[in-house]
């Protein structure tokens, strides 16, 4: 028999308010309908970020910046302003620092960026660069506001060179994203009926869950009609990559006016997804007992997620356990759908491993081969092939998480 303690029942009460964690009936994690204009005091902000891409590639970024005035954050109001705003100025951010490439990049964030880019942060509980929760989850829009959520409805509100793959890249992972909302709202669900001792009600969410993921992978197939794998890895991945564990930037970002030393940060990655550390939490993924590294690395990822959700993904894991439950009842049919959502995980990485391959791996090897004929000099060519943006060894990371996903099976 499982007994859970009491927290677990106090945690479980909270998590039955999605809401209060920004948890959205029709979007999960993603920011409903996303502000697409902040008040025209902000225009400065607005008017670069949208025309980054072209100020990048004409070499013009850091002089526009350079004429910005230093405007205060304190006039911006709510959630949905200030996250456009640190969309807005992570997107400049990015776009300054890695203006000349991998080869130059910019070791000073000039105060007009850095001192309301950090107050923004700090209201938000973000850190001062471009996360995943700022170019997936808050940058997008629809094109026909009473159309469908569908790649051929929507754009986004910033983006970076690349034209249509680097659009692509934020509007499939958006995708990825939506498609596993009824699984997370299931997840309140599970959590009551542990506490009630309820098989059925935990085996029916849990194929829910299962279903969730693999709508998951579903979306991200769609990479491939969207994304094209050499323009990923010579030109947007640059605009991705952060500036902790980096050879180009060893010593990290000066924040001008806020920091007298430098600061590291990492870049935005797939390792930020609430989605997916959500799901690790529910179904008891052992990163922390099978790669040492890989757990370390997760738990730092959370401090780049929108506070609501860190609180979200720590209220789950303090409540019962889903794992220990299975286990205990001794049910066959509530372990065989136990297991059908940790190999649905094991799939999505899997495959995530395969896209990787396909876009970071393959293209690394034949720009050295292009390095050796003298080729191989666009922007994102000083990048390491090695490193994820968010400053991983990623393909041993992703590899690393995947099979403890895989242990996860219970027998």
Known sequence: ????????????????????????????????????????????????????????????LRGEVAKMPLLSARHLRGHRQLRLAHLALGVITMGYVWQGGGRQPAKILPRVLAVPFCAVSARLGLPPILVYADCVLANWKKRDPRGLTVYQNLDTLFSFPGGDSSKGFFLVSLLVEVA????????????????????????????????????????????????????????????????????????????????EAPRQFSGGSAAQSSTLQCF????????????????????????????????????????????????????????????????????????????VTKYITIPAGRCRAEQQLGGCVQEGASVRSDMGTGGTDFMRFLKAIRDSTHTAQLT
């Open 180 to 259: 596993p909302t009824p699984g997370l709202q299931a997840i309140p669900t599970i959590v009551k009926a542990v506490l009630r001792q309820d098989l059925c009600s935990v085996h029916t969410a849990l194929q829910d869950v299962a279903l969730a993921i693999c709508r998951m992978q579903e979306a991200f197939t769609l990479i491939h009609e969207h994304v094209d794998p050499g323009l990923f890895f010579r030109t947007l991945r640059i605009y991705l990559a952060g500036w902790k564990d980096s050879s180009l930037m060893p010593e990290g970002l000066v924040y001008e006016g806020v920091w």
């Open 280 to 355: 690790d939490i529910l179904l008891g993924i052992p990163h922390s007992t099978a790669q040492g590294f890989s757990a370390e690395y997760l738990r730092r990822m959370r401090d780049y997620m929108p506070a609501a959700h860190r609180a979200f993904i720590q209220t789950l894991a303090s409540g019962p356990s889903l794992r220990q439950f299975a286990l205990v009842t001794g049910n066959a049919g509530l372990r065989a759908a136990f297991n059908q959502c940790v190999a649905a995980l094991a799939a999505l990485r899997s495959y995530h491993i395969q896209v």
């Open 1 to 60: 028999r499982y007994i859970p303690g009491m927290e677990s029942r106090a945690h479980s009460e909270r998590l039955q308010h999605l809401e209060e964690f920004h948890v959205s009936e029709e979007c999960g994690f993603v920011l409903p309908d996303p502000l697409a204009q902040l008040p025209d005091y902000y225009a400065p902000w607005t008017n670069v970020a949208a025309n980054l891409p072209h100020l990048v590639e004409t070499q013009q």
